[in-house]
Structure formats: structure tokens, C-alpha cells
């Protein structure tokens, strides 16, 4: 039997290319990550170190399943003008989230279905704060949504899940799908949870924190576009999530 052709054997290795086309195989792993996501975040206390495998995880992918011309049609190279790149993303990001914390707060106010009260929340600051300066608490907080999952999620999302399905497809529904697929993988953060009394869903106020992400994704994918390169893309992620956590910081924490 025939091995089955990726469409494109310049994008995924030889040997993935036997298993799946690159939109298909891009699918798959997103659903691996979403699964061991959710598991890290709604499961056991244990599992949190789960959520660090799996952002990097998502750092190697270009490495374990590109060939060097796939990492290069997703983006991973220098934008030919950086300092125009770059500052563009880093503005259009931090507007982004300031705009997502904005849409929080005229929608639903100080109640349970505003999603920067989830987020806020999240933070555990009451138990940070027994054990470190406010300054530090701040750091611990920002830090890792500045470099942990803008990286990993824009290799993923703008980086394999963009161009896989630009090339089975197009620029456009590339990235509704890249859009609507990170948005729903932040569902935990906001419209599903876990307490002792089992799951729990907000589900209009859930799929208006989704879409709302989805349209910073899409924001994400014209600064990865505009510059050719996905650096940008993974400078205005990391804007947005300290625009945004800032935000909420400064808000409800302090």
C-alpha cells in the first residue's frame, strides 16, 4: 500500500506526511493540546505541571513536525522591518486586550459573568501575596502570560494551524478556523470550570469571551501577515495578555 502525500511535502516531515495532510494532522493536534489543557487546568491539583509540557510542547512543534521550509511558510524568520513590525504588533496588541477587559466590564459590571473576575481570580493573589512583595506578585502573574503561551500559541495557531489550512484552503478561512479554535481552547478561562460541586458553564458570557478572542486572533494573524514573520504575531499576543492582565490587576486586585 501507497503511503498517503501530505499535498504539500515541503511543509510537514516525511514521515508525518504519511499519516495525514498538514490540515488534518494541524487538527489533530490541536485537539492532543486542548485535551491535555483542560485536564492540566479542570483536572487534579497534581496536574498543573501539565499545562508547562504542553506550552512546550507547542515551542518544539516546528521542530519535530516542519521540515525547514515549513517553519519558514509559517513564519518563523525575522521580519524584513523589525522595529516597524514589532511596533505596530506590540500597539495593536495591548489595544486588543484593553479592549477584551473594556468589553468585560460594560457588558457585565462586577458580576460572576464578567470574565476579568474569572481572570482575576485565577491569579490565587491572596495566597501569593502570604509569600511574596506586591512587585514580585505582579512579575509572577505577568511574566509567564508574556512569554510561556504567546509563543506556544502562536506557533500552533497563526504559525502550523494558518498556514496548514491556508494551503488546503485560503488566507481568509484559515483564519476564521485559527480564530474561532483559540478562542474556544480559553473556554477554561472563563465559561468552564470546576469546583467541588463538579463542571460549571456560562455560556453566553463564555461565547462572548470566545469571540471576543477570536477577533484579537484575527488581529494577531494581520501583524504575522503584515510582516511575513511570526515573531510580530507572538509580540502583540504578549502586549495583549499585559494590557489585559494589567488591567485586571490594577482594577480588582490592588
Known amino acids: 500500500m501507497r503511503p498517503r502525500t501530505s499535498g504539500n511535502p515541503?511543509?510537514?516531515r516525511p514521515f508525518w506526511s504519511q499519516f495525514a495532510v498538514p490540515w488534518v494532522f494541524s487538527l489533530g493536534l490541536l485537539i492532543l493540546l486542548a485535551v491535555v489543557r483542560y485536564y492540566a487546568?479542570?483536572?487534579?491539583?497534581?496536574?498543573?505541571?501539565?499545562?508547562?509540557i504542553h506550552c512546550l510542547f507547542m515551542w518544539a512543534m516546528p521542530f519535530l513536525f516542519?521540515?525547514?521550509?515549513?517553519?519558514?511558510?509559517?513564519?518563523?524568520?525575522?521580519?524584513?522591518?523589525?522595529?516597524?513590525?514589532?511596533?505596530?504588533?506590540?500597539?495593536?496588541?495591548?489595544?486588543?486586550?484593553?479592549?477584551?477587559?473594556?468589553?468585560?466590564?460594560?457588558?457585565?459590571?462586577?458580576?460572576?459573568?464578567?470574565?476579568?473576575?474569572?481572570?482575576?481570580?485565577?491569579?490565587?493573589?491572596?495566597?501569593?501575596?502570604?509569600?511574596?512583595p506586591p512587585a514580585a506578585v505582579f512579575a509572577v502573574i505577568t511574566l509567564p502570560?508574556?512569554?510561556?503561551?504567546?509563543?506556544?500559541?502562536e506557533i500552533l495557531f497563526r504559525g502550523f494551524i494558518q498556514q496548514a489550512f491556508t494551503l488546503r484552503f485560503n488566507i481568509v478561512f484559515a483564519t476564521w478556523?485559527?480564530?474561532?479554535?483559540?478562542?474556544?481552547?480559553?473556554?477554561?478561562?472563563?465559561?468552564l470550570w470546576r469546583d467541588a460541586?463538579?463542571?460549571?458553564?456560562?455560556?453566553?458570557?463564555?461565547?462572548?469571551?470566545?469571540?471576543?478572542l477570536a477577533g484579537c486572533s484575527a488581529?494577531?494573524?494581520?501583524?504575522?501577515?503584515?510582516?511575513g514573520s511570526l515573531f510580530t504575531a507572538m509580540a502583540a499576543h504578549a502586549a495583549c495578555n499585559l494590557a489585559m492582565i494589567s488591567a485586571?490587576?490594577?482594577?480588582?486586585?490592588v
Open 10 to 12: 515541503s511543509f510537514l
Open 41 to 52: 487546568v479542570l483536572g487534579p491539583q497534581q496536574a498543573r505541571i501539565l499545562f508547562l
Open 66 to 132: 516542519l521540515t525547514s521550509q515549513g517553519r519558514r511558510q509559517i513564519g518563523l524568520s525575522w521580519p524584513a522591518r523589525p522595529f516597524r513590525g514589532f511596533a505596530f504588533s506590540v500597539l495593536a496588541g495591548a489595544a486588543c486586550g484593553l479592549a477584551v477587559f473594556a468589553l468585560g466590564v460594560a457588558l457585565y459590571g462586577h458580576s460572576p459573568d464578567n470574565w476579568n473576575l474569572s481572570i482575576r481570580d485565577s491569579f490565587q493573589i491572596g495566597q501569593l501575596r502570604a509569600l511574596m
Open 145 to 153: 502570560a508574556m512569554i510561556l503561551t504567546p509563543i506556544g500559541e
Open 177 to 191: 478556523v485559527n480564530g474561532l479554535a483559540f478562542g474556544l481552547i480559553h473556554i477554561h478561562v472563563h465559561g
Open 197 to 212: 460541586a463538579g463542571f460549571h458553564l456560562r455560556i453566553v458570557s463564555g461565547l462572548v469571551m470566545v469571540f471576543a
Open 219 to 227: 488581529v494577531f494573524t494581520q501583524c504575522r501577515l503584515r510582516s
Open 248 to 253: 485586571v490587576y490594577f482594577r480588582y486586585a
